[in-house]
């Protein structure tokens, strides 16, 4: 079943999940401990993100330096079909920009079809951690909302190669991201709101948020969409803090701030125990107050690790 009938059939704010493939080497039953004690809350659908290439330097004889290529968590493909076949749950596969041609791209999407897996959350990808800058593909897509044109085009029909005869249309309901504080490339929130609509416009059905802890920076958000036309779903998505290093890490890696009284209950902690009980607290309240503002769904991100998560969960309802 596809997201957005998800959310349409809903009569309270359903919660849903996204996790990560298990590193290269880890079995799938890592996933399933990550998930089961998740299941007790009906999540709907269940994210997996995808993780492109990444460049390492390995030390060879004669102290010289070899490039090679890692994928460190693959698998996100079988990982959703794993999910539907075990919990009979919807599965949301990320699909992104980087590292794909348009041809394996449409290739991926081809298995996605024959596997049954209905939904897509379209993404342009990070740059690779050496490049600073994000590099497309040869041939691949520069936008998510390039990607996102071929996925529409596949759901009428229309594949790359145009003289294909009598195509099957896929039928793919499409999610994108959103940033309440802005993507952090974007040169103001204006035009990034206005790539957003782009991508509403372009055939997306709903959005997920960047992770935020001010949800007041939801709100106008939300505010700032509606003010422009975007009409669809916009799905918060909630991350617990975990530990001390978050403080910084957090930041410095998704760009988002953290507010000032979160930051004084962290600092006042000695123990990443610690602040992973005041990470859980913010989120509980932070979700009392979406569950209050009527939000369609609380995307959380699990990192595969579901202890915070359930708890948070547990004290909502
Ligand atoms: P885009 O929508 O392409 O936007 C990227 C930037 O370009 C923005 O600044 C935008 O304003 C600008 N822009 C957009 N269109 C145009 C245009 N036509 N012309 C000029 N500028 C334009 N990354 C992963 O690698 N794997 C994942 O699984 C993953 N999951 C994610 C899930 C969520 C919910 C979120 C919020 C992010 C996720 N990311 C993931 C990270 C994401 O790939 C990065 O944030 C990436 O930098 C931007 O992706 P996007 O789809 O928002 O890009």
Redesign the pocket.
Known sequence: MKVTEHLDKANQTLISF?ILPPLKGQGVQSIFDAIDPLMEFNPPFIDV????EEFVYKNKSGGLLEKQIVRKRPGTVGICAAIMNKYQVDAVP?I?C?GFSREETENALIDLDFLGIDNV??????PIKSEGI?IPEKNGHV???DLLKQVTNMNNGVFLDEELPSTVKTNFCIG????PEK????PNFK??LN??K??VESGAEYI???MFFDNSKYFEFVKRCREIGIEVPIIP?LKPITSLKQITSIPRTFHVDLPDDLVDNLSACKTNEDAKQAGIEWAIHQSKELINANVPCLHFYTMSRSGPVKKIVENLF
Do not use: P, S
């Not at 959350?121 to 990070?126: A, I, S, T, V, W």
């Open positions: 996204e993100t995808y993780h492109r990320h992104i980087g959350l379209l993404l342009r990808g990070d994000f936008y998510a909302i994108v991201a959103g940033y993507h952090f490339e974007a035009m990034d790539h957003l782009n991508k997920v948020t960047q998505g």
